[in-house]
């Protein structure tokens, strides 16, 4: 008889007696835990896959003793740059022994977290609830945004007409200068 069991966010394969080593459980050494998160139960052939978990299936552990793995070399390098660098890890661990494999076994019903859309439509009552009713705004002076309107448009109207008059000037002042240069020319002749 075979499981498998989510044990510390990882799945594992046991069996009754069996030693793991599994992430640090949060019990204390010589303890027993329960996994209720098997996923697959093979029972002498009889094999039941849960939904996402067997319903009624139990694993039973004991905590053998906490501990820290093997070291793993953490080796970075950048070659021809003059760059390493070199780190060690241990991770800590908890050693288990599987004591027994259990079916049908009533578990405690865990409440249900509410769905999303209940919760949002909780909130929403609850807040309702809660605001008094809002009596509608007094009507504010619409004079003063106006204002600030025509000062900002002031400006711009201002920038507009001013353009306008330049350019104009611009344009008389060329073609008097064409006009000036052919008379020079033609003064300059008679003169030769």
């Known amino acids: 008889m075979y499981a498998i069991v989510e044990i510390a966010g990882q799945q594992f394969k046991v069996e009754k007696e069996q030693e793991i080593f599994v992430h640090r459980l949060?019990?204390?050494?010589?303890?027993?835990?329960e996994f209720?998160?098997?996923?697959?139960?093979?029972?002498?052939?009889?094999?039941?896959v849960g939904t996402p978990t067997v319903n009624g299936a139990l694993v039973k552990a004991k905590i053998v003793e906490h501990m820290k793995a093997d070291k793993v070399i953490v080796f970075h390098k950048k070659r021809r740059k003059g760059y390493q660098k070199q780190n060690g890890h241990r991770q800590f661990m908890s050693k288990i022994l599987?004591?027994?494999?259990?079916?049908?076994v009533k578990?405690?019903?865990?409440?249900?977290?509410?769905?999303?859309?209940?919760?949002k439509t909780e909130?929403?009552?609850?807040?309702k609830a809660k605001a008094p009713a809002k009596p509608k705004a007094a009507a504010k002076p619409k004079e003063a945004p106006k204002a600030k309107a025509e000062t900002k448009e002031a400006p711009v109207k201002e920038v507009k007409k001013a353009a306008p008059k330049a350019e104009a000037k611009a344009k008389e002042e060329k073609p008097a200068a064409k006009k000036a240069a052919p008379k020079a020319k033609e003064e300059k002749k008679d003169d030769q």
């Open 123 to 127: 909130a929403k009552a609850e807040v």
């Open 36 to 48: 209720d998160g098997v996923m697959l139960l093979d029972n002498e052939g009889k094999v039941s």
């Open 98 to 104: 599987i004591e027994d494999i259990l079916t049908d």
């Open 107 to 119: 578990v405690a019903a865990k409440k249900a977290a509410p769905k999303k859309e209940e919760v």
């Open 26 to 33: 949060q019990e204390e050494a010589g303890s027993v835990v």
